[in-house]
């Protein structure tokens, strides 16, 4: 059974061909991957998603072309869009969107006919949802999935055989962006199934929310040091506690030799002034009054012993309350 979209390649090569940059030959074939990736959607009251009912790339419902302008140009709404290349067989991809990037690429799609919706990520009190279950599934098909890798990365990749016909691919971001939950998910889910808001879990938005009509609160004096080593961490936890933070050390140990959970830490912060580590910063810890507030303890994780003393050393801020001096190290896939 052939594996390529029946008719599909030659209307979008025709289609596509002077509105897309010619580009080099497509790299080595994807890498499988047995399982698709995105997260199900949950069903929401709060307002409407437009969903844009359009055919697939290469023709719209009275077979013209959609119009980008009078030179062929993505609108002034795209140009913030990650680039959408054409590969020889007509599929487009393109690299996975920051969450920024998320409307505007939205946007370019619609013009090339992909039938797109976004579905804001909010919290309790503005989105109120239920899981509904998987979207399209593959079959365990390597073509069919949306999600796909190469020499140059990962991507998705977009043709009748990763969004079939009936299906939309959709988009969940944090409408209140740069607060809430910063990555863009994705899914390919039948339009009657796609809720107008799914929830952001995010810890603290509605505080964020709430504090961006009041005037910025000082964190205080931030202090920020690199994540340490195993060999440095008596030092580190010594130096900070002389500074007033309140830290802690924790042995990481098989559960025949700890019974205690790790219970108590805190998770991804709705507020990016908040999180301990922040954007391409993730090997330098920021330690103020947000990102450890008073009545939690930044702990440190010493591995199990026989570790390397110049490998990394695990983190986290956890209720005072809850720290202990060891915590299970589940093995990996365990």
């Excluded at 505007?104 to 013009?111: I, P, S, T, V």
């Excluded at 990365?153 to 009748?160: D, Q």
């Excluded at 199934?193 to 964190?219: F, N, Q």
Aim: glycine content about 10%; some cysteine.
């Amino acid at each position: 059974m052939s594996t390529r979209p029946s008719g599909f390649e030659d209307r979008l090569k025709a289609a596509l061909l002077a509105r897309l940059p010619a580009e080099t030959p497509a790299p080595a074939p994807a890498r499988s991957l047995t399982r698709r990736y995105g997260i199900p959607l949950a069903v929401g009251i709060a307002t409407a998603v437009v969903v844009a009912v359009m055919a697939l790339p290469g023709s719209t419902r009275n077979g013209s072309l959609p119009s980008v302008g009078p030179t062929g140009s993505p609108s002034p709404s795209a140009t913030d869009a990650p680039e959408i290349k054409k590969d020889p067989d007509g599929s487009l991809r393109f690299k996975l969107p920051e969450p920024q990037q998320v409307p505007a690429l939205a946007d370019r799609l619609k013009e090339l006919g992909v039938p797109v919706a976004l579905v804001p990520k909010r919290p309790l009190s503005q989105c109120s949802s239920e899981i509904i279950g998987r979207g399209f599934d593959p079959m365990d098909d390597p073509e069919a999935l949306i999600l796909q890798g190469g020499d140059d990365g990962m991507f998705l990749k977009v043709n009748a055989k990763t969004i079939p016909p009936g299906y939309t691919l959709t988009f969940a971001w944090a409408e209140h962006y740069p607060l809430g939950d910063r990555k863009a998910d994705f899914n390919v889910i039948e339009p009657a199934k796609i809720p107008s808001c799914t929830l952001d879990y995010s810890e603290g938005l509605e505080e964020a929310l709430k504090a961006r009509s009041e005037p910025p609160k000082d964190p205080g004096r931030t202090i920020e040091i690199p994540v340490p080593k195993l060999a440095d961490l008596p030092e580190v936890v010594r130096s900070l506690r002389e500074q007033g933070v309140s830290v802690a050390l924790t042995e990481l140990k098989p559960p025949s030799e700890c019974t205690h959970l790790g219970l108590g830490y805190r998770g991804q912060q709705a507020d990016p002034e908040a999180e301990l580590t922040r954007g391409r910063e993730e090997g330098t810890l920021r330690i103020n009054s947000k990102t450890v507030p008073p009545g939690y303890t930044l702990v440190f994780k010493k591995p199990l012993s026989g570790s390397d003393p110049g490998a990394t050393v695990g983190y986290g801020v956890q209720k005072t309350s809850e720290v202990t001096a060891c915590e299970i190290d589940y093995p990996a896939g365990g």
